[in-house]
């Protein structure tokens, strides 16, 4: 099974997100469609033209990846998912994204699975190891930090 991939988010995010995408797998041009959700344009043609670029996708079944829940986006995207054929996340980020592109041959319920745990895996707090941020030394002759 080779599932859709359908990325909703405010303009240009989408565009973005799948360029990234595409720099690190080349071959999922024809699995990934996004739609930038573009300021002041009236909802009633944001879902048409949601709908017709989710539909070129031509599989059995679509993960569809939005921003920010409860944005027009997420509404939009809310809309346009059955919850058989395809499911909605929220919160898109680039690991999830990655994610979902590397196991999108899996079935549905195990592609979900894997890209939330990716998108909040993918979310940490790095270790600072900068010179200023590590204990004095006591030849140190003064007690100011400076940076490099």
Do not use: W
């Amino acid at each position: 099974m080779n599932n859709g991939i359908f990325i909703i988010a405010h303009a240009p995010l989408a565009s973005a997100l799948r360029q990234c995408v595409l720099h690190v797998f080349p071959d999922a041009a024809n699995a990934l469609a996004v739609f930038d959700v573009q300021p002041n344009m009236p909802s009633d043609e944001t879902l048409a033209a949601a709908r017709m670029t989710m539909s070129m996708l031509n599989t059995p079944s679509t993960l569809v990846l939005t921003d920010l829940f409860g944005a027009t986006p997420c509404n939009v995207a809310q809309k346009l998912v059955d919850g058989v054929n395809s499911r909605l996340i929220t919160g898109v980020n680039l690991p999830m994204l990655m994610r979902a592109v590397t196991y999108r041959q899996e079935s549905m319920d195990a592609l979900v699975a894997r890209v939330l745990s990716g998108g909040t895996q993918g979310v940490m707090q790095v270790a600072v190891t900068a010179p200023q941020n590590q204990k004095r030394k006591i030849h140190d002759q003064n007690d100011h930090d400076y940076q490099q």
